[in-house]
């Protein structure tokens, strides 16, 4: 497999990402598309992409900067070319430009393809820790919730730097101030 190459997000390419980002996450952890837009203005987050050589996309890895971390919020391969290791590529070489550590959020152990999205995580690298949270919804069912637990590269996680994470994701990202 060839060496794949990760872009910045261009504005045309922006409605492919967000297709993407709804067909792979449940509604509840994809923001409104207004909403999701208007972040690109925020010079904390990028959104990289990755292209075969007919221009088609064919996946993406939305992050945060925190300052002392990164934080990637979504990361998602089109649906018809899972499984070829197009995503452990864009993965591998999006962690080879990390500047600094990187944290993912990933749901619990409780399902095959939990554990699996699990596993594939350690393969690379990520540690996962025993410290989580439950992640605010965007949208759709509010009072849902969603337990997730942290994975981190390329050491395993501290309390605290959970403690540190935790409020920096929830008062940046989230908006919501959690003591």
């Known amino acids: 497999m060839k060496r794949i190459k990760l872009l910045k997000?261009?504005?045309k390419d922006f409605e492919k990402v967000y297709a993407l980002m709804e067909e792979a996450f449940?509604?509840?952890e994809v923001r409104p598309p207004k909403n999701a837009k208007a972040q690109l203005r925020d010079p904390r987050y990028s959104i990289?992409?990755?292209k075969n050589e007919a221009?088609?996309?064919l996946g993406f890895?939305?992050?945060w900067d925190l300052g002392t971390r990164i934080f990637v919020e979504h990361f998602a391969v089109d649906l018809r070319l899972r499984g070829g290791g197009i995503g452990s590529g864009m993965m591998r070489a999006f962690l080879s430009q990390a500047e600094k550590p990187v944290v993912i959020e990933v749901e619990d152990e409780k399902t095959e393809t939990n554990l699996r999205r699990?596993?594939?995580y350690q393969r690379l690298g990520f540690h996962l820790s025993q410290y989580g949270y439950d992640q605010?919804?965007?949208r759709g069912d509010m009072s849902k919730k969603i337990p997730l637990k942290l994975m981190t590269y390329p050491n395993p996680l501290t309390a605290a730097g959970f403690e540190d994470?935790?409020?920096q994701v929830f008062t940046q990202i989230y908006k919501i101030i959690k003591t």
């Open 165 to 167: 994470f935790r409020q």
């Open 61 to 63: 890895i939305a992050r």
């Open 48 to 50: 990289l992409i990755s």
């Open 26 to 28: 449940p509604v509840e």
């Open 9 to 11: 997000l261009a504005e």
């Open 118 to 120: 699990i596993h594939f």
């Open 136 to 138: 605010p919804v965007y």
């Open 55 to 57: 221009d088609q996309m």
